[in-house]
Nanobody
Framework: VQLQASGGGSVQAGGSLRLSCVLS?????????VAWFRQAPGKEREFVAA???????FYGPSVKDRFAISRDNDKNTLYLQMDSLKPEDTAVYYC??????????????????WGQGTQVTVSS
């Protein structure tokens, strides 16, 4: 299983970015959840958003109402639309997936496959 994340960059506060993550070696129908996490310097990896096989979506409290997770089953691609970006959103963003439902969807340890990360920098 491989995940390839892209779309990061530098943007001013209030701006938008869309991240993409191409999944290979596994389809969305064979995953329990696919998700985005982020990690800022000196901090632990933090849950951002997840989408369940059924299509149900979940968000971390700091991004709810500003970010939107989606997927394209035909392209086997996961997206994260990020609007109203803030400097505190600055981090490396990782996509991840897991094939089974053990553990919590917001728990880093529940995911068995990770992308390489893409840097998002928001300036004030």
């Amino acid at each position: 299983v491989q995940l390839q994340a892209s779309g990061g960059g530098s943007v001013q506060a209030g701006g938008s970015l869309r991240l993409s993550c191409v999944l290979s070696g596994r389809t969305f129908s064979s995953t329990s959840h696919v998700a985005w996490f982020r990690q800022a310097p000196g901090k632990e990896r933090e849950f951002v958003a997840a989408i369940r096989r059924s299509g149900a979506r979940f968000y971390g409290p700091s991004v709810k109402d500003r970010f939107a997770i989606s997927r394209d089953n035909d392209k086997n691609t996961l997206y994260l639309q990020m609007d109203s970006l803030k400097p505190e959103d600055t981090a490396v963003y990782y996509c991840a997936c897991r094939p089974y439902t053990g553990g919590e969807y917001y728990d880093v340890g529940s995911y068995d496959s990770w992308g390489q990360g893409t840097q998002v920098t928001v300036s004030s």
